[in-house]
């Protein structure tokens, strides 16, 4: 009989063998899934013999993740925030720099009262600032009808179904004219399309396309952003936007065509520009 330990052995070697990152990492948290452990309490049983039942349960999970399927659609949560959300291929892995975004919103941004957030994906954005912001009302929009669902399923588990509201959008189409806002918030679909099929296997097999790339140049969804989001702002309100490294002299071009007043060049924990923020 094998043990905990010569499995995850075992496992990191074939998952190396696939090509997968941090390997015995991933290997000791697929393992620990499968056992309800967390990766603690597997290192405490370490010596412990597995039975067949929950090797086979763990054989299941190596192969999908030596399909290069990413461990949290495997596992079916993240944490984004302090928020466990369910994800999975409907939406996109919610990423530490938009937990970075959301962090840096909570510092530099007064508490709203009205806030929408434009692709929400598994509605990451819109629940943690939810949370931050006790009094605000949030309205999450996306294209992907599969997204929405998430969002919904993912508001109501954190209990903020109350004040987060999830609706299938074009961008703006399904608001009402004169509808306004004190944030607005977004990650939109912003590689190119080279960039997005040169993503690891993880991401471009697996993440829905449309949450990566808005077409060739990257910036066709942030161009749409960017020139209806006034109609929707209340006077001061603030424009954010995640973006791509490459994309902040093109997006300050548009947002003073545009007519917003002034606007703020943010970078990640790394000194990259990856954010934006534009006040009305
Ligand atoms: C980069 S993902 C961000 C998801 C989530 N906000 C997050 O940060 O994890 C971009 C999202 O925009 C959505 N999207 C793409 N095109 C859209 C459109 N035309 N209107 C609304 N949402 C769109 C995608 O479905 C996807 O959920």
Same mark, same amino acid.
């Given at each position: 009989?094998?043990?905990?330990?010569?499995?995850?052995?075992?496992?990191?070697?074939?998952? !190396?063998?696939?090509?997968?990152?941090?390997?015995?990492?991933?290997?000791?948290?697929?393992?620990?899934?499968?056992?309800?452990?967390?990766?603690?309490?597997?290192?405490?049983?370490?010596?412990?013999?597995?039975?067949?039942?929950?090797?086979?349960?763990?054989?299941?999970?190596?192969?999908?993740?030596?399909?290069? !399927?990413?461990?949290?659609?495997?596992?079916?949560?993240?944490?984004?925030?302090?928020?466990?959300?369910?994800?999975?291929?409907?939406?996109?892995?919610?990423?530490?720099?938009? !937990?970075?975004?959301?962090?840096?919103?909570?510092?530099?941004?007064?508490?709203?009262?009205?806030?929408?957030?434009?692709?929400?994906?598994?509605?990451?954005?819109?629940?943690?600032?939810?949370?931050?912001? &006790?009094?605000?009302?949030?309205?999450?929009?996306?294209?992907?009808?599969? *997204?929405?669902?998430?969002?919904?399923?993912?508001?109501?588990? @954190?209990?903020?179904?109350?004040?987060? @509201?999830?609706?299938?959008?074009?961008?703006?189409?399904?608001?009402?004219?004169?509808?306004?806002?004190?944030?607005?918030?977004?990650?939109?679909?912003?590689?190119?399309?080279?960039?997005?099929?040169? @993503?690891?296997?993880?991401?471009?097999?697996?993440?829905?396309?449309?949450?990566?790339? &808005?077409?060739?140049?990257?910036?066709? *969804?942030?161009?749409?952003?960017?020139?209806?989001?006034?109609?929707?702002?209340?006077?001061?309100?603030?424009?954010?936007?995640?973006?791509?490294?490459?994309?902040?002299?093109?997006?300050?071009?548009?947002?003073? *065509?545009?007519?917003?007043?002034?606007?703020?060049?943010?970078?990640?924990?790394?000194?990259?520009?990856?954010?934006?923020?534009?006040?009305?």
């Amino acid at each position: 009989m094998r043990t905990v330990l010569e499995i995850i052995k075992m496992s990191t070697d074939f998952l !190396e063998g696939k090509g997968v990152e941090q390997a015995r990492l991933q290997a000791e948290l697929l393992v620990g899934h499968a056992l309800g452990l967390k990766r603690m309490q597997l290192y405490l049983q370490f010596e412990r013999p597995l039975l067949e039942p929950e090797l086979e349960t763990i054989r299941g999970l190596l192969r999908r993740r030596g399909q290069r !399927e990413p461990l949290q659609y495997i596992v079916g949560t993240t944490e984004f925030f302090g928020l466990t959300l369910k994800v999975d291929r409907r939406a996109l892995i919610p990423r530490p720099e938009t !937990e970075y975004l959301v962090s840096l919103l909570t510092e530099r941004v007064n508490p709203p009262a009205r806030l929408l957030d434009l692709g929400t994906g598994t509605g990451a954005i819109a629940l943690a600032l939810a949370v931050h912001w &006790p009094n605000c009302s949030v309205l999450a929009l996306d294209v992907s009808p599969e *997204a929405v669902a998430l969002a919904e399923e993912n508001a109501r588990a @954190t209990g903020l179904a109350d004040r987060v @509201t999830v609706r299938p959008s074009d961008w703006f189409a399904a608001l009402r004219t004169g509808e306004q806002f004190d944030l607005i918030v977004s990650n939109p679909p912003y590689l190119t399309v080279q960039e997005t099929d040169e @993503t690891a296997p993880e991401v471009r097999q697996f993440e829905p396309r449309q949450a990566l790339t &808005p077409g060739p140049s990257g910036l066709e *969804a942030i161009d749409r952003i960017v020139a209806r989001a006034q109609d929707f702002l209340a006077s001061g309100g603030v424009l954010a936007l995640e973006t791509g490294i490459a994309q902040h002299e093109g997006i300050a071009i548009k947002l003073a *065509a545009a007519g917003f007043a002034r606007h703020e060049s943010l970078t990640d924990l790394t000194g990259r520009p990856r954010y934006v923020l534009a006040w009305r």
